[in-house]
């Protein structure tokens, strides 16, 4: 049974840095072909994929976000983990982190999301 | 990026058959899938790959197309089936709809 859950600050304030964690279960981000994203939600600009990490290590991220994001993995603990910086207000949204399926970019299992709010 | 269009809304009376579109701004070949997502939680794989179910996913559910139009069919739609349906692309980075939000008459 594959299960995921998001873990973060909930708010936090402009300029700030934003870090998430991605707790796991079922699979293992060291098994070949596995890969974790991220993806975040606001009513402003709807759903929208953030970066996908990889079991070799392998990263990939979101141009329009790429210089303010890192991914990365603890493979040993089964966890995922995000930091987005200098955020601002428009970076409120609820952020899921989602196991992409084998041989596409798509995303089988998602976490139940955690919302981050930022405000002043 | 590509841009995914899709009808902010729709209503159909239980029992009716309900087609739901999304179009890319360009050919995405069959890499299009669909969620569905009810207030308050996370989004669920529906489709992948344009035509195929997902594991769990009830056979009432069903979708069509390639390159730049796509179609998720409900037939019978169900009471149960009142939520937000996007698309998502992967031919190009991930994007996805704004999503259609379907409500029973």
């Known amino acids: 049974q594959v299960t995921l859950k998001e873990s973060g600050p909930g708010i936090l304030q402009p300029s700030q840095t934003l870090s998430l964690t991605c707790s796991f279960s079922?699979?293992?981000?060291?098994?070949?072909?596995?890969?974790v994203g991220w993806i975040r939600q606001s009513s402003g600009k709807g759903l929208e994929w953030l970066a996908n990490?990889?079991?070799?290590?392998?990263?990939y991220y979101n141009p329009s976000l790429k210089n303010r994001l890192t991914i990365s993995k603890d493979t040993s603990n089964n966890q995922a983990f995000l930091k987005i910086t200098n955020m601002d207000t428009a970076d409120t949204a609820t952020y899921y982190c989602?196991?992409?399926?084998?041989?596409?970019?798509?995303?089988?299992?998602w976490g139940q999301g955690v919302m981050v709010t930022v405000s002043s | 990026d590509t841009v995914l269009t899709q009808s902010p809304a729709l209503a159909v009376s239980p029992g009716e058959r309900v087609s739901i579109s999304c179009r890319a701004s360009?050919?995405?070949?069959?890499?299009m899938h669909w969620y569905q997502q009810k207030p308050g939680q996370q989004p669920k794989l529906l489709i992948y790959?344009?035509?195929n179910l997902a594991s769990g996913v009830p056979a009432r559910f069903s979708g069509s197309g390639s390159g730049t139009d796509f179609t998720l069919t409900i037939d019978p739609v169900e009471a149960d089936d009142t939520a937000t349906y996007f698309c998502?692309?992967?031919?190009?980075?991930?994007?996805f709809g704004a999503g259609t939000k379907l409500e029973l008459k």
């Open positions: 360009e050919g995405v070949n069959s890499y």
């Open positions: 998502q692309q992967s031919w190009n980075d991930p994007t």
């Open positions: 790959k344009a035509s």
């Open positions: 990490i990889w079991w070799n290590d392998d990263k």
């Open positions: 079922g699979f293992s981000l060291s098994t070949y072909g596995m890969c």
């Open positions: 989602a196991r992409r399926a084998l041989g596409a970019n798509y995303f089988d299992y």
